[in-house]
């Protein structure tokens, strides 16, 4: 999977054929084959390996979000950076086009830890689900947008790299703090 990952870093989701990740860890393109069946059970373990990676990195930037000032920031650049250098926004956006949505079944449960895990930190106040579940929509599909289409984006804009990320951040306490009335 580290191997695999890396072709799509380096090469976009077009490098990682079964060929190239048996010639990068020096086995025979059948032995990979063996081991995944298919290209797409390369993507879907792929896929699955950097969701895991993904839902590790999160877990400790959630338990510290209204003890911790600057746990919101770590939150968000873990996410942009799982979907950016981690390479999961190729990865989805590659599935995505491909109408491989059943490669995504795996992130369903990461979503729902991660929504759980906010929740939890928020201190389940009433009301509060709906604006959790918004606010992982917001940050996960900045966090796409931003690893897809914000390298060529951001300079129309006169944006740095680190722009979108700024201003998830600072939405992020607005809208995990309870409104009054709900």
Not at 8 to 23: D, K, M, S, Y
Not at 128 to 145: M, Q
Not at 155 to 170: C, E, F, G, N, Y
Request: hydrophobic fraction near 50%; glycine fraction near 10%; proline fraction near 4%.
């Amino acid at each position: 999977m580290a191997a695999a990952r890396v072709l799509l870093i380096e090469g976009g989701p077009g490098a990682v054929t079964l060929a190239n990740v048996g010639r990068a860890i020096a086995m025979s393109h059948t032995n990979v084959i063996h081991h995944f069946g298919s290209a797409s059970g390369l993507q879907a373990a792929l896929m699955a390996y950097m969701v895991r990676d993904l839902a590790d990195a999160l877990s400790d930037a959630v338990s510290g979000l209204h003890t911790d000032a600057q746990a919101p920031s770590r939150l968000v650049d873990r996410v942009f950076d799982a979907f950016g250098e981690g390479g999961a926004g190729q990865l989805a956006a590659w599935l995505a086009l491909a109408r491989e949505f059943d490669q995504f079944d795996g992130l369903k449960d990461a979503v729902r830890d991660l929504v759980a895990a906010v929740r939890d930190s928020a201190g389940n106040e009433a009301g509060s689900d709906e604006r959790i579940r918004g606010l992982v929509l917001l940050i996960a599909v900045c966090a796409f947008g931003d690893a897809v289409i914000g390298p060529h984006l951001r300079p129309m804009l006169d944006q740095d790299d680190k722009a979108l990320r700024r201003l998830v951040t600072q939405l992020l306490p607005i809208l995990i703090s309870p409104r009054p009335g709900s």
